[in-house]
């Protein structure tokens, strides 16, 4: 009489092995992550993937190393005196009297601009950027912010004087 129950038991055993394990009853804490097919399997840049809010040390790094990246806040001129290029003699513009003047300087974390690395990109006359240069020190920024952190970047002043009209 056991041998007729041998077979059934043998396939209860096969189907119990086959059988998928039970779901556990509280699922892990993680946090489904979407990688779109172009990026399975390529390689990231480790300045691509962004600051962690809070990570100072990694967000200085990278302004250090790159003082023009993309930053969550840029720095911006809070207060602007001495006032730049007045009283400029006739001589700084061109014939048809339009000048351009163009210069980065780096912005530290307390706002103030390093003059040491002051550049004048495009100046359409050299009294423009020379004026320039004796004003910005004076200057106070608010700083550029990264991941919540304040970071030196450079900040990029551009000044333009349109051409006259004909007939004045």
């Known amino acids: 009489m056991l041998r007729r129950f041998i077979p059934l038991v043998s396939l209860a055993l096969i189907v ?10 509280t699922a892990p804490d993680v946090t ?10 390529a390689r990231v840049a480790p300045d691509e993937v962004p600051v962690a809010p809070g990570d100072c040390a990694e967000a200085m790094r990278r302004a250090l190393a790159k003082p023009d990246l993309n930053v969550d806040k840029i720095p911006s001129l809070v207060v602007a005196k001495p006032a730049p290029l007045q009283k400029a003699p006739r001589t ?5 009297g339009s000048a351009d003047l163009k210069a980065d300087v780096l912005i530290d974390t307390l706002g103030k601009p390093v003059m040491k690395t002051f550049t004048v990109v495009l100046a359409s006359n050299t009294w423009l950027a020379t004026n320039l240069k004796s004003v910005l020190p004076k200057w106070k920024f608010s700083p550029a912010e990264l991941a919540g952190c304040k970071v030196p970047r450079t900040f990029h002043f551009m000044a333009s004087v349109p051409a006259r009209k004909k007939g004045r």
Request: charged fraction near 25%.
């Open 16 to 25: 119990a092995a086959c059988a998928k394990p039970p779901a556990p009853e």
């Open 92 to 96: 700084a513009f061109r014939k048809d």
């Open 32 to 41: 489904p992550v979407f990688i779109p097919d172009t990026l399975v399997g």
